[in-house]
């Protein structure tokens, strides 16, 4: 159908942070595609210029309220790896459960609060309540869940207090763990369903084929830790991950785009399920296979499926981790200290992706300058490639469902978008 | 009956029985170590209790008189409304003298006009055991008579060598001393080596009051126009510390917080302190006492002038609390000391 | 509104990390019975429907791009009642870092000279609060806001009653949390200038107060200033300490 067509979506919703998606159509032939980012920009690179390092976690957590443990836990390791600080076992324990906290919070928000929604045909999490109050309910307990895992090690969810350079300043009680431990084995029950429901929910069936970056670990699922690798079979040395990674600015977004030697690249769940299946825990292994997801899957739209896999992941490698500190039995512990300074770098897998810190610290501890590449920038490249093959299979569709479909699909990515406008400097003053 | 013997010798072991017996029947709230300095805070384990001879930073009044306490629930829809009071049995383990003596003031205060049945409930199902301590450079109880007790306790420990001599200070200490701990006689050793320590402790006070104590109702009278106050309130950050750590300042806010159902309630009392900017402001936006020096004049006057009157009595223990917590040096010692000098050359 | 209709409610958000709309969104215990009594017509974060049509307006984040003004303008026009949410809100927040350098040397060193001449969402001016562009009618601080606060607040809003705004320093908070002073432990802290209501959360939590819910009411800066520097920090470092969350100054001019 050779059609005109002329979408403006201003201000998607149920997303973090602010967007606009611009689609123009001219005899059925894609003219202009864009997703506009119009998120104010923060110049974060210029806020962290000139203070000491043990400011940087508590600036750089700021990015982002929803990915805060990512933010810390990438500026805490970037600020480590640039002074030789090396922490203890329970301190990295505890920044484990942490982030596992902060994953589950994340994905489930998106899931339940946002994605939810969709497949239930309302608005948002308001009328869930009336039209599916199980679900609903069931969403508010796990996030609940989730935050308390982060306050009991951080302080709280949103930038978190006791992870500090040099290891975590706040331990927690082992009744308090013991809680924890009790909570998250029942929160299965809960997975299970929405589980249930999403498999149920029939997520689109799209698919165009791509390259999947994200972190991996020799000894467990990368979360918190791990060397960058490539689904096209590449390893990515951390140090040079900016060699491999290029970040250019678009006249459209106050965010970057970012593009790898190969260009287009997706990071975030899917790409992590893609990469590390085999490192899932039991559980997760086991929603894998109920989610009838079939891997490699370049399908944007189980990208949804492959958080909710790895909410089942989280949650049993919180229930090894407090296991690990409860034998260990959590004592109070003098910082690690700092034994250089020098250029560092901080990568982990934040919920949305692949996330990257890098700082300059000189000796007297403060920092000249800093990168940072964020995961929904990274994907930006990706959602608009999509966007581009997926509308003209929707072009004989009413214009509003159109417009549900590019919404839903952009959705899909749990895009964070006031995270990718925090950019900064994509090269050091040399 | 038969008369109690002044000291009982408690050895070390079994003052770890003796806590681990009083964990079996009471929340026992005493000195534990908190980011390496003494504090009092809820024991779980016997070892978790650390008996020091230094001050706090913090009182102990929190146990009796708590931070945050609720009074009363209610729901809006029924105006029913229940009194609540939360208490436990609990110890307080480890009070220095002067915390002894702050807390029989707290007991007159909170007894005194319509007695206040949450504070007195509390502290009727609280056993005190002290514990003997050595002064640093803010302790002054010496110069106010408030550094040794004789009753207001259960059971007293004095550290001696290879453990406490014990004073017995009520039938209900004795018993528990019975019940949970073998006891022996003090040998003359320890008797000895407690007059030792006491001696040494007389010797170690730096921090004085250069007047008697039943002189400084009067001195503070004279004293409301000395440049004294000018002075500090202007390095006062109004930071409400010196209230907050003082075993006797005994001042609280009442308000009502309403769930989000709208409909139940609470009514929550919290500390407050006369330093802090709001305290003497009143509906209309009036302030009492605006400038923080007034508010200064006014704590330390409570201290030691204006409650002499109805309860014969200081309301200043000598602990030091105020001045060791004050960020930029205001000592409740040298104050005094420099109102006593204006009034003795006036 | 009429008697009987709930009181509709919309969130707004400008320059900042959402985490406190996110901290309205983890009241997971409240929010069933929060929403039988107002409703939320506008939360671009959590729903789709929109709606131009409210009462109360909380609003998050500084205001650091021109557009912003206008945005904001027209919420002030529409809300019978405008709340700051939070600390760039209320007082500028860590955005404000930047108003240490010009402008133009922001724009440049983050996105490269061409785009800072003539890209469009990359436009920058000195981070403000949003009082330096309307009339605020209530402050809820923190860097992120404190949940009990937020409910506390809704909940005397609601009710009718004169919300209350703590005004006693961080120390109070801290000394009721049963903390022992970062001074003593040999650290630094704001919070004898700092305004509390936080219950000294980054104290109990390890560290020292940071100073993001601003100043109280009448500090006495030079004091605490003093007290810094005696307890061996330069002066540079005391002023260095007090601008992570109080550069507002160069954008307070609209």
Same mark, same amino acid.
């Given at each position: 159908m050779k059609r005109d067509l002329n979408i403006k979506i201003r201000e998607i919703t149920r997303v973090e942070g602010h967007g606009n998606i611009v689609i123009d159509v001219k005899k059925g032939e894609i003219k202009d595609l864009k997703l506009e980012i119009i998120e104010s920009p923060r110049f974060f690179e210029m806020m962290l210029r000139g203070r000491r390092y043990d400011e940087a976690q508590h600036i750089m957590a700021r990015i982002c309220g929803i990915c805060a443990v990512s933010h810390t836990s990438a500026s805490l390791r970037a600020i480590e790896d640039a002074m030789d600080i090396r922490i203890s076992r329970q301190a990295a324990l505890l920044r484990k459960l942490a982030f596992d906290g902060e994953m589950l919070q994340s994905h489930i928000l998106h899931i339940f609060f946002l994605v939810l929604p969709d497949l239930a045909g309302v608005g948002s999490i308001v009328p869930l309540l009336a039209s599916h109050p199980e679900m609903a309910r069931t969403g508010l307990e796990l996030k609940r869940l989730a935050n308390e895992i982060c306050e009991t090690v951080g302080g709280r969810h949103i930038h978190p207090i006791s992870l500090f350079p040099g290891g975590v300043v706040f331990t927690p009680k082992p009744a308090d763990l013991k809680k924890l431990r009790g909570e998250l084995e029942a929160s299965f029950t809960g997975l299970e369903a929405a589980l249930e429901f999403l498999v149920n929910a029939k997520l689109p069936d799209f698919s165009l084929e791509r390259e999947f970056i994200s972190l991996k670990s020799k000894g467990e699922y990368a979360f918190y830790s791990g060397e960058p690798v490539s689904s096209l079979g590449k390893e990515i040395d951390p140090g040079c991950f900016t060699e491999e990674i290029k970040e250019y600015v678009v006249e459209h977004s106050s965010a970057k785009h970012a593009r790898s030697s190969k260009g287009t690249y997706m990071v975030g769940a899917l790409a992590r399920v893609n990469n590390n299946r085999r490192q899932l825990g039991p559980r997760a292994k086991g929603a894998l296979r109920a989610s009838g997801m079939k891997l490699p899957c370049y399908n944007p739209f189980m990208n949804n499926m492959a958080q909710l896999i790895e909410c089942f992941h989280a949650a049993e490698e919180a229930i090894g981790l407090i296991d690990e500190l409860l034998d260990l039995g959590p004592k109070t512990e003098p910082l690690a200290k700092p034994k250089g300074h020098g250029r560092g770098v901080g990568i982990v897998e934040a919920p949305r992706g692949t996330l990257y810190h890098e700082y300059e610290i000189n000796k007297e501890g403060i920092i000249e300058g800093s990168v940072c590449i964020i995961p929904t920038a990274q994907n930006l490249r990706s959602i608009e490639d999509d966007l581009r093959a997926f509308v003209p299979m929707l072009l004989d569709r009413p214009k509003a469902e159109i417009a549900r479909g590019v919404e839903t699909l952009v959705r899909a990515y749990d895009p964070c978008i006031s995270c990718s406008a925090h950019i900064m400097d994509v090269s050091f003053m040399e | 009956m038969e008369k109690i013997p002044k000291f009982k010798y408690l050895p070390d072991r079994a003052l770890n029985s003796l806590v681990n017996g009083l964990l079996?029947? $009471?929340?026992?709230?005493?000195? %534990?170590?908190?980011?390496?300095?003494?504090?009092?805070?809820?024991?779980?384990?016997?070892?978790?209790?650390?008996?020091?001879? #230094?001050?706090?930073?913090?009182?102990?009044?929190?146990?009796?008189?708590?931070?945050?306490?609720?009074?009363?629930?209610?729901?809006?829809?029924?105006?029913?409304?229940?009194?609540?009071?939360?208490?436990?049995?609990?110890?307080?383990?480890?009070?220095?003298?002067?915390?002894?003596?702050?807390?029989?003031?707290?007991?007159?205060?909170?007894?005194?006009?319509?007695?206040?049945?949450?504070?007195?409930?509390?502290?009727?199902?609280? %056993?005190? %055991?002290?514990?003997?301590?050595?002064?640093?450079?803010?302790?002054?109880?010496?110069?106010?008579?408030?550094?040794?007790?004789?009753?207001?306790?259960?059971?007293?420990?004095?550290?001696?060598?290879?453990? $406490?001599?014990?004073?017995?200070?009520?039938?209900?200490?004795?018993?528990?001393?019975?019940?949970? =701990?073998?006891?022996?006689?003090?040998?003359?050793?320890?008797?000895?080596?407690?007059?030792?320590?006491?001696?040494?402790?007389?010797?170690?006070?730096?921090?004085?009051?250069?007047? =008697?104590?039943?002189?400084?109702?009067?001195? $503070?009278?004279? #004293?409301?126009?000395?440049?004294?106050?000018?002075? %500090?309130?202007?390095?006062?950050?109004?930071?409400?510390?010196?209230?907050?750590?003082?075993?006797?300042?005994?001042?609280?806010d009442v308000k009502d917080e309403v769930g989000a159902s709208l409909a139940e309630g609470e009514r929550v009392r919290t500390w407050d302190g006369c330093t802090l900017e709001d305290f003497a402001k009143v509906a209309g936006g009036h302030n009492f006492r605006k400038t923080r020096a007034e508010r200064l004049r006014h704590r330390f006057n409570r201290k030691f002038r204006y409650l002499s009157d109805t309860f014969d009595s200081l309301f200043c223990v000598g602990c030091g609390r105020c001045s060791r917590s004050c960020l930029v040096k205001i000592n409740i010692a040298d104050v005094t000391n420099e109102l006593i000098r204006e009034n003795a050359g006036a | 509104m009429g008697p009987q209709e709930k009181p509709r409610v919309a969130f707004f958000s400008f320059t900042c990390c959402e985490g406190c709309q996110l901290m309205v969104l983890s009241c997971e215990k409240e929010l069933p019975d929060i929403l039988k009594h107002i409703k939320i017509v506008n939360f671009r974060e959590a729903m789709s429907e929109k709606s131009d049509d409210y009462d109360i307006a909380f609003v998050e984040g500084s205001i650091s791009r021109r557009d912003e003004i206008k945005k904001l303008k027209k919420v002030r026009k529409q809300a019978r009642v405008v709340v700051a949410l939070g600390t760039c809100s209320s007082t500028g927040g860590l955005n404000c870092l930047k108003n240490r350098y010009p402008m133009e040397e922001v724009k440049e060193a983050v996105y490269g000279k061409r785009a800072a001449l003539s890209y469009k969402p990359i436009d920058t001016i000195p981070a403000r609060p949003i009082d330096a562009v309307v009339e605020v009618d209530y402050y809820l601080h923190g860097c992120p806001i404190s949940k009990k606060e937020f409910l506390s607040f809704l909940t005397a809003l609601l009710m009718g009653k004169k919300p209350d705004t703590v005004n006693h320093p961080v120390c109070v908070d801290c000394k009721m949390a049963g903390n022992i002073c970062v001074f003593e432990k040999g650290g630094h802290c704001l919070g004898p200038v700092t305004r509390g209501g936080c219950d000294a959360i980054c104290v109990t939590y390890g560290t020292w107060c940071w100073g993001c819910r601003g100043p109280v009411d009448n500090p006495n800066i030079d004091s605490h200033r003093e007290t810094l520097e005696r307890y061996g920090l330069t002066a540079e470092d005391v002023a260095k300490k007090f601008a992570l969350y109080g550069e507002c100054g160069g954008g307070r001019k609209c």
């Open positions: - | 079996r029947e $009471y929340k026992v709230c005493g000195t %534990i170590e908190k980011d390496g300095f003494p504090a009092f805070g809820e024991v779980s384990a016997a070892d978790e209790l650390k008996l020091t001879q #230094s001050p706090t930073h913090l009182s102990a009044k929190g146990f009796l008189f708590p931070q945050r306490e609720v009074l009363l629930r209610f729901d809006m829809r029924t105006s029913a409304h229940v009194p609540v009071i939360e208490a436990e049995r609990q110890v307080l383990f480890g009070l220095h003298p002067c915390d002894i003596r702050a807390l029989a003031l707290m007991d007159r205060i909170f007894a005194h006009g319509v007695p206040d049945p949450n504070y007195l409930f509390r502290r009727e199902h609280t %056993i005190v %055991i002290g514990a003997d301590c050595m002064p640093d450079e803010y302790c002054f109880c010496e110069s106010l008579g408030t550094d040794d007790v004789d009753e207001g306790f259960d059971l007293f420990l004095h550290r001696t060598g290879g453990g $406490y001599l014990v004073r017995v200070g009520s039938e209900r200490g004795s018993a528990l001393l019975e019940k949970y =701990a073998r006891t022996r006689e003090p040998g003359k050793a320890a008797l000895k080596e407690l007059d030792a320590a006491n001696e040494r402790r007389r010797l170690a006070f730096r921090a004085k009051l250069d007047a =008697a104590p039943e002189e400084l109702p009067a001195i $503070y009278a004279k #004293s409301d126009e000395s440049r004294v106050w000018e002075r %500090i309130g202007a390095i006062c950050t109004g930071c409400g510390s010196c209230n907050n750590v003082c075993p006797t300042c005994y001042c609280f | -």
